[in-house]
């Protein structure tokens, strides 16, 4: 990301990248609002060292209908997140992230 509108952004005018993870699934049944997509643990703490992402799922149909859902994953997010992970999973658990409708293409 830059702090200016130019295409050629001079070094400092940077300030910082944004992380982004995006997963895809094909899906056979009708799009909801909110979905649960599954994700390690491990993920989580790699996502906050890295200080934080954003966490994209695109859903596909069998028609090539599209939705995109996302979470924001900000480091107190994900602190919250890996400490209530910690006591439900333990360690090495997989959990569900809930995931809000960002956009429907068809």
Do not use: W
């Amino acid at each position: 990301m830059y702090n200016d509108k130019y295409i050629n952004h001079p070094k400092n005018t940077f300030l910082g990248r944004v992380q982004i993870q995006i997963k895809g699934k094909t899906v056979k049944q009708n799009f909801r609002d909110r979905i649960k997509h599954s994700i390690d643990l491990i993920d989580l703490k790699a996502y906050e060292s890295e200080g934080g992402s954003i966490f994209v799922v695109v859903l596909i149909k069998e028609d090539f209908s599209t939705e995109i859902y996302y979470k924001e994953l900000l480091q107190l997010d994900l602190a919250r997140l890996i400490k209530k992970s910690k006591q439900k999973v333990g360690e090495k658990g997989v959990l569900n992230l809930r995931c809000s409708l960002k956009r429907r293409d068809y």
